[in-house]
């Protein structure tokens, strides 16, 4: 941990392990949770992983266990009848100012020489458990879906990603407002405000679903045009890259398509599809899209944001799905994967397993892992080698259902050449004295509809 940037807020991850969870399990976990807190500019200064028969308690730990993590934040550890969730707009952005003493606190070590200005379950937890925890520590209290939702509101850029977040934000914090705004408050109506008989936090639930109703009518506006547009690509041959988040897919489609698509050392780096052509160009064009990554426990709002993202990848002939396969988790990772796209119904699709960072890999891992996925394809985006022989493999891909032929074009016709030349790959080409006589490998399709055109069937 010494080498970590020391102006990062210090918070403390929490795990509860229920009685099917092996240990294993628990620390991948953990260490995604770390990455995910390190992409918010959180730093973790201790871990806390508690046994427990069930994650529904009112108090998520144990009374003793609450007690250890209050002590790591400053608080009571006891549980308040009445706790008012910290108004300022640093705790509710999570961002607290950094105390000035810094001392790293190992698992269960109470150090309390620099306290911790945040926690974080690595599980969800209710409204009631949040606000619990919270009172008995006295700092904001983080659960895995909050990290995520708020890592994709600051990683979205384009308006469709940045109305589903909004969407997403929404859903979570509604029932988290009713709670904290209490049931008292009752109104006799006023203009354009409460409605008779509302409470304050009735009001706030309806304005919040008034807002859901509005971004929603925007959202499906561009999704039709996302479909109208993916209807014109139908036709053409597409490569999706898939895969669990930092896996390699925007730096393969940087290499593949050599262009400036965001790849970042953070999870969820992309939230959008990224549609560019192959390089150099094939004819007929390959196109290959980057997709939003996957995650274990992907909170459900975000399932459903996903998978409008990911429909783009449904359109495509084959899936390349990217794995860092430095990554000692891997394999369940792929897993991960591989049910997001069935749940899809995108499993129908042809798929290529691509074992992506091999240069931080050793010979014999390299060899275990060819043995293991035969059909498998070892690259390593920082090897250029790797990269042109994959290239090769999707160009080998989309030209086995392709027919080779010959099409002759008259002088005066030449105006069909610009279409051939952009459809199909022209093999020979020879000139006669009435036209062009053209060998061409080109998908059945085309190369029957050009021939009707040209009146040679
Ligand atoms: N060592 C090594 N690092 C790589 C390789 N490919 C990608 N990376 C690094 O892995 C990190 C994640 O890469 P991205 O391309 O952003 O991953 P992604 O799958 O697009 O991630 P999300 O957009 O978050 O889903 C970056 O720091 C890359 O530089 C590789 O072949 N070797
Ligand atoms: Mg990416």
Redesign the pocket.
């Known amino acids: 941990m010494s080498d970590r940037p020391q102006n990062l807020t210090p918070v403390v991850l929490v795990s509860l392990q229920l009685p099917k969870q092996t240990d294993e399990e628990i620390h991948d976990s953990l260490m995604e949770l770390e990455r995910l807190a390190s992409t918010l500019g959180y730093r973790s200064v201790a871990t806390i992983i508690q046994a427990r028969q069930s994650d529904k308690t009112s108090s998520v730990l144990g009374e003793g266990k609450l007690v250890e993590l209050a002590q790591l934040t400053g608080g009571t550890g006891q549980i308040a009848a009445t706790f008012q969730r910290k108004k300022s707009k640093a705790a509710e952005k999570f961002q607290v100012v950094k105390k000035s003493q810094d001392v790293v606190v190992s698992k269960n070590e109470v150090t309390p020489e620099i306290l911790a200005e945040l926690v974080i379950f690595d599980c969800d937890l209710s409204p009631s458990q949040l606000r619990n925890v919270e009172s008995a520590v006295g700092v904001p209290v983080l659960d895995r879906t909050g990290v995520i939702i708020e890592i994709f509101s600051r990683h979205a850029k384009t308006k469709a990603a940045k109305l589903q977040i909004e969407i997403a934000q929404l859903n979570y914090s509604a029932p988290r407002m009713r709670e904290s705004s209490g049931g008292s408050d009752r109104s006799g109506g006023g203009v354009g405000a409460k409605g008779v008989g509302e409470t304050k936090g009735e009001l706030d639930s309806r304005r919040i679903k008034d807002r859901i109703k509005e971004l929603k009518s925007e959202l499906d506006l561009i999704q039709i045009e996302q479909k109208q547009r993916r209807k014109r690509r139908a036709e053409e041959n597409c490569v999706a890259?898939v895969?669990?988040?930092?896996?390699?897919?925007?730096?393969?489609?940087?290499v593949l398509t050599g262009s400036e698509?965001?790849?970042?050392?953070?999870?969820?780096?992309?939230?959008d599809t990224t549609i560019r052509p192959l390089m150099p160009e094939t004819k007929p064009k390959i196109l290959v899209s980057?997709?939003?990554?996957?995650i274990k426990k992907l909170p459900h709002d975000l399932v459903a944001s996903f998978k409008t993202t990911l429909d783009e990848a449904l359109n495509a002939s084959i899936l390349l799905l990217?794995v860092?396969a430095?990554d000692p988790a891997f394999r369940s990772q792929l897993e991960v994967t591989r049910n997001v796209l069935r749940d899809m119904g995108a499993d129908m699709i042809p798929a290529k397993i691509i074992l992506?960072?091999?240069?931080?890999l050793t010979d014999e891992q390299q060899a275990e892992f060819k043995k293991e996925f035969p059909s498998g394809i070892l690259?390593?985006?920082?090897?250029p080698k790797s990269i042109t022989d994959l290239r090769d493999e999707l160009v080998a891909f989309f030209e086995k259902d392709m027919i080779d032929g010959e099409i002759f074009v008259k002088y005066g016709s030449e105006k069909s050449i610009g279409e051939i030349r952009s459809l199909m790959r022209i093999l020979k080409e020879d000139y006669d004295n009435d036209g062009v006589h053209l060998k061409v490998r080109s998908n059945t399709n085309d190369l029957s509809r050009l021939k009707k055109k040209l009146g040679l069937l």
Do not use: E, W
């Open positions: 890259l895969g669990y988040t930092n896996a390699g897919k925007s730096s393969l489609m940087q698509v965001l790849a970042a050392n953070q999870l969820f780096a992309t939230l980057d997709t939003v990554g996957f990217v860092d430095s992506n960072k091999t240069d931080l690259i390593s985006t920082r090897n």
